[in-house]
């Protein structure tokens, strides 16, 4: 059942469904990675709705390397262009879930920051995309459009 939850899930991704991914997770599902820290229940949900409704050229793929009732683990790999500078993007992530009640209640996804962050956003990302700072700089800017996105729902 859980390894059919991440490929549901998944699936969902590839097909820019972000109601579907929303679905999957629990009413108090903890989201996090990189650009986005620290997300919780449908502010979690509006992240992927608002990612993949803007993602215009957005392509997936997966592979799940576990499962079982409780937890899973994800590889995916994710190619898209950046809409805040038209960089093109191919990132690679190692997602970590937990299950309950057929849902999924954890998702933490882990990247190299520094490599995404030359793609997209180039010089800057090359040059400092290794520092807290920056990475702080892009948390704050992916946190801002989130908060709009839900605004304007």
Known sequence: MSEALLRRFYDAFAARDGE???????????????????????????MWRMLTGRAADLRVEYRVERADETSGQVHWE?????????????????????????RIVRHTDRFDF???????????GLLLGWSSWMQRKVQAKAGEGLRQFRARK
């Open 20 to 46: 579907a991914m929303a679905a999957c997770y629990a009413d108090d599902v903890a989201f996090s990675d990189p650009a986005f820290p620290d997300l919780r229940g449908e502010e979690a949900r509006d």
């Open 78 to 102: 994710a190619w898209y262009t950046f809409s805040q500078t038209k960089r093109k993007v191919h990132n690679v992530i190692d997602a970590t879930l937990a299950i309950r009640d057929g």
């Open 114 to 124: 520094h490599r995404w962050s030359k793609q997209a956003l180039g010089a800057p």
